[in-house]
């Protein structure tokens, strides 16, 4: 089943009297259940693509079908309505709020979308476990390593139950050991949950982790790849 569908999408920055193509016409679709890598060069137009899917940016020409929905036609609020109830995010450096314990920074976006505080801790509770934190629930961002940390990064992106999430470079600032368990686990959790994820990567073996990399140059796809990984596999 498609869940991301990318038409002919030009993205061009106006810098003083130049044009910067960021996107010179990307055609794509992502599937339901799928594990997408987007792989390029630093300038490729990797965040720019990422930022448009996202419903951050407007694309300048072309179309993007989320969930059947054209979202290049969305006014703002709506928007931001899209992404609450369908995106989650998980970011280079974590963003988790210092003053907080694991499960507080995985409650938060509960909290924000108005879920009661019996219910939003359950949850939390829940999606701490489910990335492997049952012993770290209480403690605070700056007593994790920093793969704890982007693993409380991933529950909270996954405890909203987002249809699709978005990741930027989720491993930029791990080791390689800690890498390849957080992107095992982000997998595995995908596939079990029949979520779609898309990470954007500078680095062709990060890529390699995923179902699929589609390689990107100078704003144009040119070349997909498609990888196949047991799940016991670590
Ligand atoms: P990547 O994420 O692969 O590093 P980006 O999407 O950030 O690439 O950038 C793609 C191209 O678009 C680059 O040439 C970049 O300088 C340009 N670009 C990105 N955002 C802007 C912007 N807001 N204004 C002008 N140029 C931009
Ligand atoms: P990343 O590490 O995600 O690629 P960048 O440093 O490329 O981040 O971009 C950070 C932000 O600055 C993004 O929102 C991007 O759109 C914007 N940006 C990137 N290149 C330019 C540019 N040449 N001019 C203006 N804004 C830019």
Known sequence: IPMI???NLYKVYKVGDTRVYALGGVDFTIYKGEFCAIVGPSGSGKSTLLNMMAGLE????????IAG??????TENQLVAFRRKHVGFIFQSYN?????????????PLSFRGVPRKKRNETAV???????LEKQMK???NEMSGGQQQRVGIAR????????????EPTGNLDSKTTKEILGLMRKIVREQNQTLVMVTHDNYIAGFADRQLHIVDGKIFKIEEQHHDDTEE
């Open 69 to 74: 929905k054209h979202i290049e036609k969305l």
């Open 58 to 65: 407007k694309p300048s020409k072309g179309e993007i079908t």
């Open 139 to 141: 403690h605070m961002a």
């Open 157 to 168: 992106a996954l405890a909203v139950d987002p249809q699709i999430i978005f990741a930027d």
């Open 126 to 132: 829940k999606y701490i476990k489910l990335v492997g």
């Open 96 to 108: 988790l709020l210092q003053t907080m314990n694991a499960v507080e920074n995985v409650a938060l």
């Open 5 to 7: 569908q990318v038409k």
